[in-house]
Each structure stands twice: as C-alpha cells, then as structure tokens.
C-alpha cells in the first residue's frame, strides 16, 4: 500500500464508499487530499480528509483508500 500524502489523487477501494439503494454510488468518485491526521483514538491508521469529485468533503480511513496519482511534491 502506497502511503497517502496531502495532494494525492485518491478513489475508494473496492466494496468501500457511500451506497444509495444498495449501490455504491461513489465507485467513480475520485478525490484529492487535503489533510492528513492520525488516527487519535486507537492509532489504527491515519485519518485522511478528502475533497470527493462530487463536491463532499469526507473523512475517509487510509484503509479504504488507494492512490490513483501521486502528489506532484512541494511547492
């Protein structure tokens, strides 16, 4: 797994993102990083807030998550 950075593309897994009537409406969602947090409860992890192609901004676990395009570094 690559590890998420802020300024990643990101989408769901598979099996992972908002369902609606039984369907996973988010499977074409893709999603750009704005922050990454630690997981402060149990240390599980990393919290990773996403702003979805579809205009919500989600709080998302790394598990549910793959990179699709890696950020372009600093600026």
């Known amino acids: 797994m690559k590890k998420i950075k802020t300024g990643d593309l990101v989408k769901y897994k598979n099996l ?3 369902v609606v009537s039984g369907k ?3 499977k074409s969602w893709t999603g750009l990083v704005i922050e ?3 997981n402060s409860v149990n240390k599980s992890g990393k919290n990773i807030i996403v702003w ?3 205009g919500i901004r989600g709080l998302e676990h790394e598990s549910a998550l793959d ?3 890696e ?3 600093s600026c």
């Open 16 to 18: 992972h993102g908002h």
């Open 24 to 26: 996973f409406v988010s």
């Open 36 to 38: 990454v947090k630690e």
């Open 52 to 54: 979805w192609s579809s």
């Open 67 to 69: 990179v699709i395009s």
């Open 71 to 73: 950020s372009g570094g």
